[in-house]
């Protein structure tokens, strides 16, 4: 990833990534993965449902930490294979100043399956 601002996209190619919020009903450690990473089971809500996918953020979240976690997510990407495991969403992150993720969370309580705009 660049820090480097990317080209403009107009607002029709924004709407077309379906960014929810979802729940974390489970979290362990992602065995065999070549970065530190945990694998995460989160709910969408009915329409979406509960989908896995993987993230490095080891260095801020213990698995314990994460159930219950309200998180946002890209779910309209195809799904990844990422070692042994297929992700199947693409739960968003910042980088804190080592460059470590810290994740995306709404400051409010909303409910699970809301969609970002």
């Known amino acids: 990833?660049?820090?480097?601002?990317?080209?403009?996209?107009?607002?029709?190619?924004?709407?077309?990534?379906?960014?929810?919020?979802?729940?974390?009903?489970?979290?362990?450690?992602?065995?065999?993965?070549?970065?530190?990473?945990?694998?995460l089971k989160v709910d969408f809500g009915p329409e979406i449902g509960v989908k896995r996918t993987s993230v490095q953020i080891t260095e801020h979240y213990a698995p314990e930490d994460l159930v219950g976690r309200k998180v946002l997510a890209v779910v309209n990407f195809p799904p990844k294979q990422i070692g042994k495991f297929m992700s199947e969403?693409?739960?968003?992150?910042?980088?804190?100043e080592n460059g470590k993720v810290v994740l995306i969370t709404p400051d409010k309580d909303v409910p699970v399956g809301g969609r970002m705009y």
């Open 89 to 96: 969403v693409l739960t968003l992150g910042v980088p804190d």
């Open 1 to 39: 990833m660049s820090d480097t601002p990317t080209a403009p996209i107009g607002f029709d190619d924004f709407l077309k990534v379906d960014i929810r919020v979802g729940v974390i009903v489970e979290a362990e450690p992602l065995e065999g993965a070549r970065r530190p990473a945990h694998k």
